[in-house]
């Protein structure tokens, strides 16, 4: 044993007298990530591409009426009828005429809303580059609503929409700091899973489709 093991150690006092060759760099380091557009169209673009790449699905509305006209042929079209919405102003307007169950900061939410088709919230940002959404459990009026019902809709305004995760961090720290909510979300794509014989399932552990409506 301890000829081989002096064999070995010598063979590694051998290499280590040869100096390794220096690498010459071919360039300037590459960046981490592609470059980001810089003007809101291409934000939007990429965003896009992002969610829609995860097998979330995008929807871009210039005004509330046209927000609620999409909103009307979605739910129409997925034969949507049961719809539970966070109590938000913004939500309010786009929803009008539609039965809705609100959910207020003191609702008693929970198991309740396994019923219902479509859960409807706000964001706090998206972020282009991963095409993530941040929410909280203020902003979301709870931690049950986006992740029961087996379709979630997000409703952002173009404004909200940053570049990445830090600048949405960036948000929340500006909107939260010294009263922040008992939970923060990233939510990138719908609920999956690819544990079972490598076998991507979507829904297994929330909604199986994410809807981002953005207004603006």
Not at 25 to 31: A, D, E, I, N, S
Not at 187 to 207: Q, Y
Request: net charge positive; hydrophobic share 40%; proline share 8%.
């Amino acid at each position: 044993m301890n000829g081989a093991r002096d064999k070995i150690l010598g063979r590694v006092r051998e290499a280590m007298r040869e100096q390794a060759p220096r690498l010459e760099p071919h360039g300037p380091p590459k960046p981490w990530f592609p470059p980001l557009p810089t003007d809101p169209e291409g934000l939007i673009a990429r965003f896009r591409q992002e969610l829609e790449t995860l097998k979330g699905e995008f929807l871009h509305a210039r005004s509330m009426d046209e927000a609620r006209r999409q909103f009307g042929e979605f739910c129409a079209n997925n034969n949507l009828k049961r719809i539970a919405a966070s109590e938000d102003p913004l939500l309010r307007d786009l929803l009008t005429g539609k039965e809705v169950n609100w959910i207020g900061p003191k609702s008693q939410a929970g198991a309740s809303l396994e019923p219902f088709d479509l859960g409807v919230t706000r964001a706090d940002a998206l972020a282009a580059r991963t095409g993530s959404i941040l929410l909280t459990s203020r902003s979301g009026t709870g931690r049950a609503l986006s992740v029961l019902p087996p379709i979630h809709l997000v409703l952002a305004r173009k404004e909200e929409l940053v570049a990445d995760l830090a600048e949405g961090i960036q948000v929340w720290q500006g909107k939260y700091a010294g009263n922040w909510p008992s939970n923060v979300f990233l939510i990138t794509g719908p609920s999956r899973t690819a544990d079972i014989e490598k076998v991507l399932v979507l829904g297994a552990h929330g909604p199986k489709r994410l809807i981002t409506l953005l207004l603006g």
